[in-house]
């Protein structure tokens, strides 16, 4: 029998915490063989990242193994020291980690770190590994990589980090990648380009990768192998057409359930629970309704954005949004989806064009001064990041207060103690979490204080960007589940930032298609999205994973 490349054996690792001792693997088994993609798959706190950050060797320092064995090519690697991992790190061994910009050191050039990891194993000049790093930022497809390169992460999209952390983890042809969440942050035709090139990369040169990720259509298409994961234990685990088109686990088959697909609706996935009590409902009109002689709710006309280097972000960009309807922006990392919600939200002043909220101006009121604004209270964000948006020295109860405060100068103890509760109830917080601080919640708990503090002061137009593109299937179908109910209770318009076309076609009326700044198309979600009249259009859908059970063995789970 062939030695795995990778072999992790009845593994348990435990953290201290002021609560006491967690294990948080309870006896994980798997192998990998050289030239094999394994997925690991399972909703957050199930040991996923945990698993590769042990066999990383990168535990905090809570953390320690417990029992169990990891075995690299043969060799048990356990409890190796730190001069053995550094020899390992990079040369043979890479990781790709979620979180981007913390990978990241925020005040070197991107350029310049790739170089150091081609240099800390390789005898190369200076000039040699700036060119190789260029080229590997050009295998990732970000363009004008040798600009690019002399950039810092600051300067760069969240989906261009993501890009760069796995051009350094691919630097120097490792023979194991442990890929922790690597497409995370990227739209779907970047996705399937940066997953073709690992796939490509693990079949030439006999390389393995571990992936973890919440996405199962990814794992279905790009894994030979996907193990699932419950509570620091692998409940199952075959070939992904076995596992998906028939799972024997009852978690397994919640998981698939959740997961969106081309035919699903909001009500399709996995129901909310508990059920929260209905309070009295509010009259709201029809999703993208409203009385005759009722102004839009959000008119964007002629929308640009330009910076002093002369890149123009957004160019030439209008549409309208009616009280009620929630429409999709879509399009690739560095489209400009972003750029025009923070536009419209008045983070960032436009260079040209008219931004109407109800029929007055607010483009024209300077960004810095829009908090002091009587419109501020109707205009709220929800960002996609919640961990890095809520601030990390405030409980749940003072981030969900904060625009209370300042805003509704709401300061009595008791008023205020109110709202926030009504506020947690009406997006399933529970109460005995609003003491807690952002470290200490999950990353739907972190998504649904985000939610309840954008909806604190009662907008009437509520900015998505990307709100659930870091969260597990199951977690993203009640958060979804938890928007579309708001939205029809309170009335709300929605600009739903996302690269999840299955999830804009679910939640969206209408959609409109960003490329480079501009609109390349528009029009009704889903005739859009199954009939796409521009060949750019035709392409990210066709980039979507799918999973069609009566296709050939190897198709995928429509979840993006």
């Given amino acids: 029998m062939t030695t795995p490349l990778l072999s992790v054996e009845d593994l348990r690792v435990s953290f201290s915490t002021r609560r006491g001792t967690v294990e948080a693997l ?60 550094r020899g390992l790190r990079g040369a043979e ?81 490792p023979r194991l990648i442990l890929a922790d969440e690597p497409t995370t942050g990227l739209d779907v035709t970047t996705q399937k380009a940066v997953m073709d090139l690992l796939a490509t990369l693990t079949r030439e040169r006999g390389m393995a990768m571990l992936l973890v990720t919440h996405d199962l259509g990814l794992a279905a298409q790009y894994c030979d192998q996907v193990a699932v994961m419950e509570q620091g234990r692998i409940v199952e685990s075959a070939p992904p057409a076995a596992l998906f088109g028939t799972p024997r686990h009852a978690y397994t088959a919640r998981l698939v359930a959740a997961c969106p697909r081309r035919d699903s609706t909001i009500a399709s996935l996995t129901p909310e629970a508990p059920p929260r009590p209905a309070a009295a409902p509010r009259k709201a009109p029809a999703p ?32 309208t949004l009616q009280p009620g309807e929630s429409l999709g922006l879509v399009g690739e990392s560095g489209s400009g989806k972003s750029t025009v919600s923070r536009l419209v939200t008045r983070l960032l002043d436009p260079s040209g064009g008219r931004i109407l909220f109800e029929g007055g101006d607010i483009g024209g009121i300077p960004a810095r001064d829009f908090h002091r604004a009587p419109q501020r209270r109707g205009v709220q964000i929800v ?122 076609r679910m939640l969206c009326e209408r959609v409109i298609v960003l490329r480079q700044g501009r609109i390349v198309e528009q029009g009704e979600s889903t005739r859009l999205l199954h009939a796409p009249a521009e060949a750019y259009t035709a392409e990210l859908v066709a980039a979507i994973p799918h999973f069609d059970p009566s296709a050939a063995p190897q198709a995928a789970v429509a979840c993006s």
Avoid: W
């Avoid at 957050?44 to 320092?61: F, H």
């Avoid at 309704?289 to 960009?317: F, M, W």
């Fill in 26 to 85: 309870r006896g994980v088994s798997l192998a990998l063989p050289a030239g094999g993609v394994l997925g690991l798959v399972g909703e957050s706190g199930s040991g996923k990242s945990v698993t590769s950050l042990a066999v990383m060797g990168l535990l905090d320092r809570a953390g320690r193994v417990t029992g169990g064995r990891i075995r690299f090519d043969g060799r048990d690697i356990t409890r190796a020291g730190p001069r053995e991992l």
């Fill in 93 to 173: 061994i890479s990781m790709v980690f979620q979180n981007p910009r913390a990978a990241l050191n925020p005040i070197r050039r991107v350029g310049e770190q790739i170089a150091e990891v081609l240099r800390a194993h390789r005898p190369l000049t200076g000039a040699e590994a700036r060119k190789q790093a260029v080229e590997l930022l050009e295998a990732v497809r970000i363009r004008d990589a040798a600009r690019r390169a002399q950039a810092f992460p600051h300067e760069l999209s969240g989906g261009m980090c993501q890009r760069i952390v796995i051009a350094m983890a691919m630097a120097c042809a």
């Fill in 288 to 319: 993208g309704t409203s009385p005759p002689g009722t102004p839009l709710l959000l008119e964007v006309q002629n929308l640009a954005k330009r910076y002093p280097d002369g890149t123009v972000a957004v160019d030439d960009v209008s549409f």
């Fill in 383 to 504: 960002f996609q990041d919640a961990g890095e948006s809520l601030n990390p020295r405030f409980t749940a109860f003072d981030s969900i207060a904060d625009p209370l405060r300042t805003l509704d100068g709401l300061r009595d103890g008791a008023a205020l103690q109110r709202k926030v509760e009504d506020c947690a109830e009406d997006v399933g917080l529970p109460r005995a979490l609003l003491d807690r601080f952002p470290h200490q919640l999950s990353g739907g708990q972190r998504a649904r204080v985000g939610i309840a503090r954008a909806l604190a002061i009662e907008p009437r137009l509520l900015v998505l960007d990307e709100p659930t593109a870091a969260l597990d299937v199951s977690v993203q179908a009640v958060v979804l589940q938890l928007l579309d109910r708001l939205r029809r209770e309170r009335g709300l318009g929605y600009l739903f930032v996302s690269h999840d076309l299955n999830v804009v």
